[in-house]
């Protein structure tokens, strides 16, 4: 888990492959859910209540199946966020039904990451444009995704490859 640009959808598939595991990317089955479009397109669409129950049923449905091994899931920025889903990865972690790994990175590096992708796809938070509301979004998200981290990893500074090391020698 983390914000956006915090390196979920580029780092799971890659720790996916490394585990030997399948990989789930929620912002996909999310927008499944809803229909066809972009993120930005369905929030717009169907409004912050709908796409939220929708991830909340992405998290559910998608995330944890019995399946050996399990996947690799890069969750949506805003998945803890959704009606029910924190208390859901809570009880997933507790029961050893997943590791929780938050992808931290400060808003600068988050800003960094963003200013150089392509960001028409993703909705508004807070009404502002996506790189103007990082550090709303991080002081408001940053203590929630602490608190149901097993694990952190500080991305500051490490690139792709620093990263996935990282991430795979905390889970070993």
């Not at 990865?89 to 150089?116: D, E, I, K």
């Not at 979004?137 to 090391?165: I, K, N, Q, S």
């Amino acid at each position: 888990m983390g914000l956006r640009g915090s390196g979920k959808s580029v780092l799971g598939p890659r720790l996916s492959e490394r585990l030997g595991r399948p990989f789930i990317d929620l912002d996909a089955v999310t927008v499944a859910y809803l229909g066809e479009g972009t993120l930005r397109e369905l929030w717009e669409r169907h409004g912050e209540a709908r796409f939220r129950q929708a991830e909340y049923r992405a998290l559910v449905n998608q995330a944890f199946p019995r399946t050996n091994p399990g996947p690799v899931v890069a969750l949506g920025g805003g998945t803890p966020t959704a009606p029910g889903a924190a208390d859901f990865l809570r009880n997933a972690s507790a029961r050893g039904m997943g590791v929780m790994v938050y992808l931290r990175a400060s808003p600068a590096t988050l800003r960094a990451r963003l200013a150089g992708a392509d960001n028409t796809g993703r909705p508004s938070l807070t009404g502002e444009d996506p790189l103007a509301e990082i550090e709303v979004v991080h002081a408001a998200r940053d203590p929630l995704y602490g608190e149901l981290a097993d694990m952190v990893v500080e991305v500051d500074g490490l690139d792709e490859v620093a990263t996935l090391e990282e991430v795979a020698r905390l889970l070993r």
